[in-house]
């Protein structure tokens, strides 16, 4: 299992907003696929697979709060 993170952004950034969702369970990804987008207070960013595979999971949905570090998706390889 491969887990993508949400990423550090900055140094004060804690708490991000997930602003759209681009896979579903099943999809197959490479690594330089989409898989969400997310928004802190001064930037937008757009969070890659970094690997390929398979997607197992998905961990959040649009609109959600998530947290620097939190697992957004998870991949099978």
Known sequence: M???HIPKMGM???EVDVVA???SAGDRVEPQT???E????????EVE???AGV???VLVREGDE???GDVVVRLEQ
């Open 2 to 4: 491969i887990d993508v």
């Open 12 to 14: 004060s950034t804690v």
């Open 21 to 23: 969702v681009h896979v």
């Open 34 to 36: 989409i898989v969400v």
């Open 38 to 45: 997310i928004q802190s207070e001064k930037a937008n960013f």
């Open 49 to 51: 697979a970094g690997n």
């Open 55 to 57: 997607v197992k999971e």
């Open 66 to 68: 998530a947290r620097v």
